[in-house]
C-alpha cells in the first residue's frame, strides 16, 4: 500500500488549504482513512477519520468544525479541508489506512498501518 499526501504550505492565519492524499496498492474503497499530524517535539495526534464510504467521519475537538474530511473512491483519493487555521495547527500532516479492514473507525495511531510520507503545514501570525 502506498499513500502520497501533498498540498502542504505556508499559509496565515485564518487562511485555507486542502490536503489530498493518493492512495494504491490495494482496493480503496474498502478501507478507513485517516489523518493526523505531529508538531515539532509532539507525538503523532489524531486529526479526523472517515469509514470506507466515507458515511461516518470523526474529529478531533481542536478541529471540528474548521477541518472536513471527505473521500473520493473513483480517484482513490482522501482530502482534508482546512478552514480557519490557526498557528497552533502548524504540523506535519499524515494520512493513514489500516492494515485489515475494521468495524470501529479507528481513532488511534496504533490502529493504522500504512502511512504517508507526511506534509508540511504551516501558519503564520
Known amino acids: 500500500v502506498q499513500l502520497q499526501a501533498s498540498g502542504g504550505g505556508l499559509v496565515q492565519t485564518e487562511g485555507s488549504l486542502r490536503l489530498s492524499c493518493a492512495a494504491s496498492g490495494r482496493t480503496f474503497s474498502n478501507y478507513d482513512m485517516g489523518w493526523f499530524r505531529q508538531a515539532p517535539g509532539k507525538e503523532r495526534e489524531f486529526v479526523a477519520a472517515t469509514k470506507w464510504n466515507g458515511g461516518i467521519t470523526y474529529y478531533a475537538d481542536s478541529v471540528k468544525g474548521r477541518f472536513t474530511i471527505s473521500r473520493d473512491n473513483a480517484k482513490n483519493t482522501v482530502y482534508l479541508q482546512m478552514n480557519s487555521l490557526k498557528p497552533e495547527d502548524t504540523a506535519v500532516y499524515y494520512c493513514?489506512?489500516?492494515?485489515?479492514?475494521?468495524?470501529?473507525?479507528?481513532?488511534?495511531?496504533?490502529?493504522?498501518?500504512?502511512w504517508g510520507q507526511g506534509t508540511l503545514v504551516t501558519v503564520s501570525s
Open positions: 493513514a489506512t489500516p492494515v485489515v479492514v475494521t468495524s470501529n473507525l479507528p481513532l488511534r495511531v496504533n490502529e493504522y498501518g500504512h
